[in-house]
């Protein structure tokens, strides 16, 4: 299955030129696509630090994107999750995604007390341990 880059995405949301925007609707409305979560992790940092887009908006764009049927993901409940716990919190999205994964019920290990907190605050299913040392 082929996969797609930051650029490709930020050019179907942004539409920001036309000839590039149309290639990338091709691409990702043309069939099964995968989208590596490294890939999402860049887009939202561009969207938020060079477009200044806010949060609240970047995770509903993103969310519609990643419950699209042609698009493959990996674990994407929890990076759903993860895209409302961003959009309702002021965690960097990687710490959205680990905070996800947690509330998938994956054991999440942290030295980040704000982090540690935030999972240990989510109404969640099983979850393993989360391990704070600082």
Do not use: W
């Not at 949301?13 to 999402?40: K, Y």
């Not at 409940?77 to 680990?98: E, K, Q, Y």
């Not at 999440?108 to 240990?120: S, Y």
Request: proline share 4%; hydrophobic share 45%; with cysteine.
């Amino acid at each position: 299955m082929p996969v797609i880059d930051a650029n490709i995405v930020l050019r179907y949301l942004l539409d920001d030129d036309e000839t590039l925007a149309q290639s990338a609707r091709n691409i990702i409305e043309g069939g099964a696509i995968g989208l590596p979560v490294e890939v999402l992790c860049e887009v939202v940092y561009v969207l938020q630090k060079v477009y200044q887009i806010p949060r609240d908006d970047i995770s509903p764009q993103l969310a519609r994107l990643v419950l699209r049927a042609n698009i493959a993901l990996s674990r994407k409940p929890a990076i759903l999750d993860a895209l409302g716990f961003f959009a309702a919190s002021n965690l960097d999205f990687v710490d959205c995604v680990l905070a996800g994964y947690a509330n998938a019920g994956e054991q999440a290990h942290t030295f980040d007390k704000k982090l540690a907190r935030f999972i240990e605050e989510l109404p969640r299913k099983e979850l393993g341990e989360t391990h704070t040392d600082n």
